[in-house]
């Protein structure tokens, strides 16, 4: 047996059976390149799922870990530590808000961002305004899966084993004005959108979608919530999504990427929506500690020195360009889309997308298939032209290769997101 294979024994007898992991033991990293057991490279254009910013063994983080590792790992929120108005202040600035509380997930973040949004509805109520305790979530969301998060999640799957879930939410087509404007009412506490879906099969929102649900929140003093938790951190070249369409939200959150692997999450809002919280309402045991704190700071100051935004931003051009090069070439690729360094390359054919991840990792680079179809690429943001010309020539040798097998084969599963959701 190798140790691969006991440790595959072992989890199937330990672990609850939520994961179906690839076969592959991944021992180190070095940049955009994770090690296996063996020693043989892998091109990692996933980072996780969308967390390791900076790719592997960065010194930057190393030193912040070791740095602050020696001083102070915990205190609990009962207690000030240098770090958490340090890194509000880097957050507020680049994300236009205000306030900011440290949670340390995504869903975390999400949870904390809805019972504020309740909150906030609450006050309103208090000083006479008309306004309810709905949340309109979009169709193909994805926000986490404690209980208000996966309520706010579209794909059935999600929710539905664990109802009753959370009352109150309902999804609006995405994209779609006319069902926004249909579902929203003075009911309504919030409206609640990704600027650019990545479960849901990487897919922007559209201005003209987006615009009309600022409008609509403002016209009730509903919170119009972004979900940056995946799109945010300068992934797309602009440190929050919602900057490329110049819409200011009245609440983000932030996570994967923020503190380059140590989790952490984070909640930026408004000042005006802050007003619905006081102290004891919400809180953490380990969320914003000196630790992740300390690295998050470490990485914002290290995506600046290195204009690692710039970088995204330009070689996600790249990318897409040499992904729709290949779209021309193989009609299995119905669509690309994204922004900086969060892309999907929409196939056909779910088998097809399922068996071009596995092909992939045959050759030694990692992606990942989302929403079915969608072919998924979030690499670290230090990824160079030679990489990506790594990823596109595999591709290219996959699709002619076992593209013709899987020709024609719109079937059931190629709109698989939509149909379960
Ligand atoms: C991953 C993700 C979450 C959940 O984050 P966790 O850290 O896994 O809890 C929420 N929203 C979006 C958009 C995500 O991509």
Redesign the pocket.
């Known amino acids: 047996m190798t140790r691969l294979d006991q440790i595959r024994a072992a989890e199937a007898k330990l672990l609850l059976h939520t994961y179906d992991r690839n076969p592959i033991l991944f021992e180190r990293g070095e940049g955009a390149y994770l090690i296996d057991e063996n020693g043989a490279k892998y091109l990692d254009l996933l980072s996780g799922?969308?967390v390791n910013a900076l790719g592997y063994a960065h010194p930057a983080i190393e030193k912040a870990i070791v740095e602050q590792s020696r001083k102070l790992i915990h205190v609990s929120n009962l207690f000030y530590h240098e770090g958490q108005a340090e890194l509000a202040q880097r957050l507020a600035d680049r994300t236009g808000m205000d306030r900011v509380f440290f949670a340390n997930?995504?869903?975390?973040a999400?949870e904390g961002a809805l019972k504020l949004a309740r909150a906030h509805a609450g006050l309103l109520r208090s000083e006479g305004k008309q306004i309810s305790t709905k949340f309109l979530a979009m169709e193909q969301s994805?926000?986490?899966?404690?209980f208000g998060?996966v309520s706010t999640t579209h794909k059935a799957k999600y929710r539905e084993p664990f109802g009753p879930v959370v009352p109150g939410v309902e999804f609006v087509r995405f994209n779609d004005i006319a069902d926004l404007q249909a579902k929203f009412s003075s009911d309504v506490c919030a409206i609640l959108v990704?600027a650019i879906q990545?479960?849901g099969g990487v897919r922007p929102i559209s201005q003209e979608f987006f615009a009309e649900a600022r409008k609509l929140a403002d016209s009730t003093g509903a919170l119009l919530m972004v979900?940056?938790?995946?799109?945010g951190m300068g992934r797309t070249g602009k440190w929050c999504a919602y900057q490329q369409y110049g819409i200011q939200p009245d609440v983000t959150?932030l996570?994967?990427p923020l503190a380059g692997g140590i989790?952490l999450?984070a909640i930026c809002c408004t000042e005006e929506a802050a007003r619905a919280i006081h102290a004891g309402m919400h809180g953490t045991t380990f969320g914003g500690g000196p630790l992740a704190c300390a690295v998050a700071i470490a990485v914002i100051d290290t995506l600046e020195k290195d204009r690692l935004l710039a970088h995204a931003a330009e070689l996600g051009d790249y990318f897409m360009d040499q992904l729709r090069g290949l779209a021309k070439k193989h009609e299995a690729i119905i669509d690309v889309r994204g922004k900086g360094l969060m892309i999907g390359a929409e196939l056909d054919s779910a088998d097809l997308a399922k068996l071009t991840v596995a092909e992939m990792l045959k050759r030694h680079i990692v992606i990942n298939c989302t929403s079915d179809t969608t072919l998924r690429f979030l690499p670290p943001y230090i990824l160079d032209r030679t990489q990506v010309d790594t990823a596109i020539a595999a591709l290219d040798e996959i699709f002619t290769e076992h593209a013709a097998a899987f020709a024609g084969a719109h079937n059931s599963q190629a709109a698989g997101g939509q149909k379960r959701g």
């Open positions: 799922i969308g997930t995504g869903t975390e999400w994805f926000h986490g899966r404690t998060s990704e990545g479960e979900d940056e938790i995946q799109a959150t996570a994967k989790p999450g």
